[in-house]
């Protein structure tokens, strides 16, 4: 009986956790669709649609900013960063765990946490 609530506690505490870190997608995609006399009438529920939902906010974000732009450009960014981290830590890494001597591996770490 005991092992029955020990493991319906982790259970209930991952459950908790899950909704907790999946709430803030939930309410992206449901404000996404939601028309904004929807959004704004604080007689409303929040968490549901109280009207039909559109696609005015999708086509607002595709066809009246720059989003897909910015999009990419942060690919290109993310890309180059991590090419540029492999290219000088693999290099790095290598020679690192080839060092020799005493203070070796306290430098190692040394210099992997800086």
Same mark, same amino acid.
């Given at each position: ?12 505490a991952l ?27 604080? !007689? ?14 999708? !086509?607002? &974000?595709?066809?009246? /900013? ?9 690919? $290109? ?6 090419? $540029? /981290?492999?290219? /000088? ?6 020679? &690192? ?16 946490? /800086?």
């Amino acid at each position: 009986m005991r092992r029955f609530f020990r493991e319906a506690g982790f259970v209930g505490a991952l459950a908790g956790l899950l909704v907790f870190a999946a709430f803030p997608f939930y309410w992206m995609v449901i404000t996404a669709f939601k028309r904004d006399s929807d959004l704004y009438n604080l !007689d409303f529920n929040p968490f549901v649609f109280n009207e039909p939902p559109t696609l005015e906010h999708i !086509d607002l &974000l595709f066809n009246q /900013t720059a989003f897909v732009k910015w999009v990419e450009n942060s690919l $290109i960014i993310g890309v180059a960063v991590v090419a $540029i /981290t492999l290219v /000088t830590a693999i290099p790095a890494g290598y020679s &690192l765990a080839r060092m020799g001597g005493r203070k070796a591996e306290g430098l190692g770490i040394g210099i992997f946490l /800086t």
